[in-house]
């Protein structure tokens, strides 16, 4: 991959690890990751003037979020910017990490989206299971395709705190609609008993869901309840004093918040992942709701806490993760920008 030149939208995301994880292990695999200042996912950044910040013009184009460009710039000039990098001889690779925007708003929504693909030259997607899901929905998308599972976080050490018999379950991430953190938290004070507790903690994107959140952690010890951008090495101190992690999702795609959850091996309360098989043994003693209900969900939850995990499936659990290394990730990634270029 050696002087290979890749921009990727956004450039850097402060809520997860994954777009740095990504830039870092290119890196080091030689690329040149360019960073004009175009599309950061930060709080309160904005573009400066587009005709100073483009320069190098990029060999790849990876597009993680395509709608934060679009929330930024506009649909239009959005669009007009990928059209321009693909004249100048980019290629534009995404990574399905949703199948639609979460939230619908003035830029970035479905039509934008469309427009995108028809752009697209390749795409990752994290299974084949993913694949046929986004295709059916998405069907301007390019044949060419990667198919390459969330990789592990090189910092967690496997098995520090939290307890297989424990009682507190934590909900991570931004507080978002999607995620149903509200309702899972409702859900979770009509059932709780003895010392069951809930951690939350999270930027809370949405103003409705952080109403609720904080009226529940006032009226309810039980419920803990931290709003707020939490940085890697926090989320990671955070992780290690739950027991358990709640995905109270309709759907699990991709996620990093399971992903490291899984590495910790913390026991799991959630919709079926795709790509379930990439968990090892450990996924027989989680708890697999299947179709998602918040209070079904509890009350599974319960009866798990009165019967022991299986010991050997617990121990082996993180070890036995076939989620791919970050370099191996890097490595698929070089093999898949050189065939879309060469196509």
């Known amino acids: 991959m050696t002087g290979l030149r890749v921009l990727q939208i956004p450039e850097t995301c402060g809520w997860n690890d994954y777009v740095a994880l990504q830039e870092s292990h290119l890196a080091a695999q030689g690329a040149v990751v360019l960073r004009p200042g175009l599309c950061r996912d930060e709080p309160g950044f904005a573009p400066g003037d587009l005709s100073h910040l483009v320069g190098a013009v990029p060999d790849i184009v990876h597009l993680h979020w395509p709608e934060m460009l679009a929330r930024l710039l506009g649909d239009a000039e959005a669009i007009a910017l990928l059209r321009e990098f693909a004249a100048g001889g980019a290629r534009l690779v995404q990574t399905v990490h949703d199948l639609a925007p979460h939230e619908e708003g003035t830029h970035g929504n479905t039509g934008f989206i469309d427009e995108v693909d028809s752009l697209t030259h390749g795409v990752h997607f994290f299974t084949k299971e993913h694949e046929l899901a986004a295709r059916r929905i998405r069907s301007r998308l390019p044949g060419p395709a990667l198919h390459l599972p969330h990789p592990r976080y090189p910092q ?24 149903r953190t509200a309702a899972f938290a409702q859900a979770f ?57 709640a995905l109270p999702y309709q759907r699990v795609w ?63 659990g993180p070890g036995a993760l076939t989620l791919p290394q970050w370099d191996e990730a890097a490595g698929a990634l070089d093999d898949f920008y050189h065939r879309i270029l060469a196509a």
Do not use: N
Not at 270 to 279: I, L, M, T, W
């Open 254 to 316: 991709s996620s990093g918040v399971l992903v490291a959850a899984a590495q910790q091996g913390r026991r799991i309360l959630s919709p079926p992942p795709v790509g379930s098989d990439a968990y090892g043994p450990a996924l027989d003693d989680w708890q697999i709701v299947e179709p998602w209900d918040d209070d079904v969900a509890v009350l599974r939850w319960q009866e798990a806490l009165t019967v022991p995990p299986e010991g050997q499936r617990m121990v082996s």
């Open 189 to 245: 004070v009509r059932h709780a008993t003895g010392e069951q507790l809930l951690l939350i903690a999270g930027y809370p994107d949405d103003p409705a869901t952080h109403h609720t959140l904080t009226e529940i952690a006032a009226a309810h010890d039980r419920v803990r309840y931290l709003p707020g951008f939490h940085p890697g090495s926090e989320f990671v101190r955070l992780l290690e004093q739950v027991d358990w992690v």
């Open 156 to 179: 967690l050490v496997p098995d520090r705190g939290g307890s297989a018999y424990g009682a507190t379950i934590g909900c991570f991430g931004r507080l978002r609609p999607y995620k």
